[in-house]
């Protein structure tokens, strides 16, 4: 089990610039998640999809961030344009058809906005 | 909707002894309660959690929790720490019928030799 993959790990760029963080959920997975992590703020979930279909972005900062997941293998988020404030450790987390809300976690994508 | 408090942002303990980590849930509902552990540079793996049953919840790496319903609390515990316990601790909760995870604000177990 490879667990959940994301890409890039690391990604510098400067403000203005479109950013795309990608995520692989555990295949059988029928939930994702993402996640920004801040040292101000904490762990802040930022939308969920349930079956490739959104059911929660109340999360998502600004109309500067989106998220799809075209099929149950893939996702992105994409922040256009990207602003210093961005900066922070996204994490991607999957869910399987289980009764226990069990999530399971991405190493992160680390970004830092110049 | 539920939210989660973890008292102390930071506990610094030297190796050997032991620790706890606290926890407390607000819910109206059921809940399942989680504890995550997140290694600098890492995402987050889960320690263990409590569904339902025995309210005494053994998860790995020697930690243990317990569930008080009463004390609406999940604290971790772990008798004897180890330098490489030192990582930042989340609790999480989330109704036993939903899909979502609702997280603490995290605490920093820092073990000293």
């Known amino acids: 089990d490879a667990g959940v993959i994301q890409s890039p790990r690391h990604e510098v760029t400067e403000m203005g610039q479109e950013v795309t963080l990608r995520c692989k959920p555990i295949?059988?997975?029928?939930?994702l998640f993402w996640y920004r992590q801040t040292m101000m703020r904490g762990l802040e979930l930022l939308i969920y999809?349930?079956?490739?279909?959104?059911?929660?972005d109340s999360g998502m900062p600004e109309d500067r961030f989106s998220a799809k997941m075209p099929n149950a293998s893939f996702s992105t988020l994409k922040i256009q344009p990207s602003e210093p404030r961005d900066s922070a450790v996204y994490f991607c987390?999957?869910?399987?058809?289980?009764?226990?809300?069990?999530?399971?976690f991405g190493p992160g994508t680390r970004l830092t906005v110049l | 909707a539920q939210s989660v408090t973890q008292l102390d942002s930071q506990v610094p303990v030297f190796e050997e002894a032991p620790v706890e980590l606290r926890c407390n849930y607000s819910?109206?509902?059921?809940?399942?309660l989680f504890w995550y552990v997140q290694y600098p540079n890492q995402g987050l793996q889960l320690l263990l959690k409590?569904?339902?049953?025995?309210?005494l919840v053994k998860g790995i790496n020697g930690f243990e929790a317990e569930f008080n319903k009463s004390q609406t609390s999940f604290h971790l515990r772990k008798p004897s720490v180890h330098i490489s316990d030192t990582a930042e601790y989340f609790c999480?909760?989330?109704?036993?019928?939903?899909?979502?995870?609702?997280f603490g604000g995290g605490t920093r177990l820092m073990v000293k030799p």
């Open positions: 987390a999957s869910r399987g058809d289980s009764r226990d809300n069990e999530q399971f």
């Open positions: 295949s059988g997975h029928n939930s």
């Open positions: 999809f349930n079956n490739n279909v959104p059911i929660d």
């Open positions: 819910s109206s509902v059921s809940v399942y």
């Open positions: 409590y569904l339902s049953g025995s309210t």
């Open positions: 999480a909760v989330s109704a036993a019928a939903g899909n979502m995870l609702t």
